[in-house]
T-cell receptor, first 113, second 115 residues
Framework: GENVEQHPSTLSVQEGDSAVIKCTYS??????FPWYKQELGKRPQLIID?????GEKKDQRIAVTLNKTAKHFSLHITETQPEDSAVYFC????????????FGKGTKLSVKP | GAGVSQTPSNKVTEKGKYVELRCDPI?????LYWYRQSLGQGPEFLIY????????DSGLPNDRFFAVRPEGSVSTLKIQRTERGDSAVYLC?????????????FGNGTRLTVT
């Protein structure tokens, strides 16, 4: 089955700096890669996703890149703000197939003012 | 509109007891998922329903865990003979179609503590 590895487990940056979180996956059939943000004590919420037919997707300060050959994808947050502080989870699944998502273990991002 | 609702929000039970956790998905969502999240970990898949049937129950850890969705809406996760290792936050999510790219909408979870 699918296995998703996520690094780093914790990340601390200064406000305004960029943050990068990386994930690798094992199942070459996976072709859908969402990212979720979970604030302390709250539910995970989808922030951005990418399908395997594109290499990069951007939404304001957030971007995701995908390298299908190497089976890894990354989340990039630019101009970080204190409200970006949360735990971020990557996940992998199969577009067009009914099924579940496999999540990474999460990255705790702290943005210091 | 209303999001995914889970009850109770917290449940404390003694080892060996039986518990039921309830999930009300977003109206009209055909797919419903149960995940378990331990402290410091990502959500771990348990079971997925498409309509009334369990399309994939490969994540259930053992036969003490069971889930139903009899009318294709509300789902109940049932845990028999609870163990301390079952302590976690149990998250329910629903999505419109169940395709893997269909966004998951999570509930706030039920925090289960087995003493």
């Amino acid at each position: 089955g699918e296995n998703v590895e996520q690094h780093p487990s914790t990340l601390s940056v200064q406000e305004g700096d960029s943050a990068v979180i990386k994930c690798t996956y094992s199942d070459s059939a996976s072709n859908y890669f969402p990212w979720y943000k979970q604030e302390l004590g709250k539910r995970p919420q989808l922030i951005i996703d990418i399908r395997s037919n594109v290499g990069e997707k951007k939404d304001q300060r957030i971007a995701v890149t995908l390298n299908k050959t190497a089976k890894h994808f990354s989340l990039h947050i630019t101009e970080t703000q204190p409200e970006d502080s949360a735990v971020y989870f990557c996940a992998a699944g199969r577009f067009g197939s009914q099924g579940n998502l496999i999540f990474g273990k999460g990255t705790k991002l702290s943005v210091k003012p | 509109g209303a999001g995914v609702s889970q009850t109770p929000s917290n449940k404390v039970t003694e080892k060996g007891k039986y518990v039921e956790l309830r999930c009300d998905p977003i109206s009209g969502h055909t797919a419903l998922y149960w995940y378990r999240q331990s402290l410091g970990q990502g959500p771990e898949f348990l079971i997925y329903f498409q309509g009334t049937g369990a399309a994939d129950d490969s994540g259930l850890p053992n036969d003490r865990f069971f889930a139903v969705r009899p009318e294709g809406s509300v789902s109940t996760l049932k845990i028999q003979r609870t163990e301390r290792g079952d302590s976690a936050v149990y998250l329910c999510a629903s999505s419109p179609t169940g395709a893997a790219n269909s966004p998951l909408h999570f509930g706030n979870g039920t925090r289960l503590t087995v003493t």
